[in-house]
T-cell receptor
Framework: SQQGEEDPQALSIQEGENATMNCSYK?????LQWYRQNSGRGLVHLIL?????REKHSGRLRVTLDTSKKSSSLLITASRAADTASYFC????????????FGGGTRLMVKP | EAGVVQSPRYKIIEKKQPVAFWCNPI?????LYWYRQNLGQGPELLIR????????DSQLPKDRFSAERLKGVDSTLKIQPAELGDSAVYLC??????????????FGPGTRLTVT
């Protein structure tokens, strides 16, 4: 079973626009991570936010976490065609040694 | 630094045949994971190893799936016999879990299995 649910399932934007993806989860967490997957490839870790953090930045990425609402968002600013990929949130409940539960993903298409 | 290596990249077999996937994790990583990813969905954990011990295999269909991680390094995942519903991408990941863990998992490119 998958703990997280991403919204929207698919997103299409123009290059230069911002892309926002949301993730909701069900149980309490130790940390939440975002991964990117290009077509036919494995997942690549983007950013991790701990349960006691509310916002984190990495380059053009901004992640927020609201533990009271059990939700997180990933913002990609000034998107590029190369950002086209699927993005997954993954939760670590912290009770089983770095075990992640992934959501269903958001498929992002950035048109040049 | 070499990443997680998986082979084969693609495999097509007929139902009821056996199949095996191999994974070589990043050197020094003590934790290894096997995931299954169905089309359009996120990865689902099948089994997790800490060194050579399987510490979480609750999602592994034990009637047909088996895995091993000899010497706490390479790992093999086997399906025997394969069913049509086993068609998916099988991903291997590794991480260094412990006091200094960054909690990041490193994924291989996966093996795409098609059962006909």
């Amino acid at each position: 079973s998958q703990q997280g649910e991403e919204d929207p399932q698919a997103l299409s934007i123009q290059e230069g626009e911002n892309a926002t993806m949301n993730c909701s989860y069900k149980t309490s967490i130790n940390n939440l991570q975002w991964y990117r997957q290009n077509s036919g490839r494995g997942l690549v870790h983007l950013i991790l936010i701990r349960s006691n953090e509310r916002e984190k930045h990495s380059g053009r990425l901004r992640v927020t976490l609201d533990t009271s609402k059990k939700s997180s968002s990933l913002l990609i600013t000034a998107s590029r065609a190369a950002d086209t990929a699927s993005y997954f949130c993954a939760t670590d409940a912290g009770n089983a040694g770095n075990m992640l539960t992934f959501g269903g993903g958001t498929r992002l298409m950035v048109k040049p | 630094e070499a990443g997680v290596v998986q082979s084969p990249r693609y495999k097509i077999i007929e139902k009821k045949q056996p199949v095996a996937f191999w994974c070589n994790p990043i050197s020094g990583h003590n934790t290894l994971y096997w995931y299954r990813q169905n089309l359009g969905q996120g990865p689902e954990l099948l089994i997790r190893y800490e060194n050579e011990e399987a510490v979480d295999d609750s999602q592994l269909p034990k009637d047909r799936f088996s895995a091993e991680r000899l010497k706490g390094v390479d790992s093999t995942l086997k399906i025997q016999p394969a069913e049509l519903g086993d068609s998916a991408v099988y991903l291997c990941a590794s991480s260094l879990f412990g006091a200094d863990s960054s909690y990041e998992q490193y994924f291989g490119p996966g093996t795409r299995l098609t059962v006909t």
